[in-house]
């Protein structure tokens, strides 16, 4: 299975599969009282209100009539803004679509090496602020 993120914006994330020889576009779109993701333009899953909707989603690509079979796939969203982008073409933080094998496609802050929390103080200093702690001498 190989993915492709296709268009990434603040309201809306397209990304195209291919499965085999199938090609599928997965859609999510965020409207003002309800979130939906759409598998080739029909409507899987929705959730509403105001606070609170979900950001994790499963689908089967495959499945036969009674259910079974398929590639098993979750839709992780992380739609708040992105920060740092002035543009004008505002999007969301993150999305990644991840498989049973890991990670198939990635954005942002569901990148899985975003989501490794640091091992020690200097590495913390470098992921968060950019700064080198301890004996470097950058005249060597």
Known sequence: MHAEIVRLGLH???IKIVSGDQMH???WRRNLLWDEVLLNGKRQAHSSGF???EKVYGLVFGADENGQGGTQVMLLLDPSTEYGNWSG???IAGVRLEAKDGPIVWYGSLDPQAL???STFSDWMKKTMGMEWGNHNPHQ
């Open 12 to 14: 809306q994330v397209d």
């Open 25 to 27: 576009v997965l859609q």
């Open 51 to 53: 606070f609170g909707r």
């Open 89 to 91: 073409n505002q999007r």
């Open 116 to 118: 490794q929390k640091p």
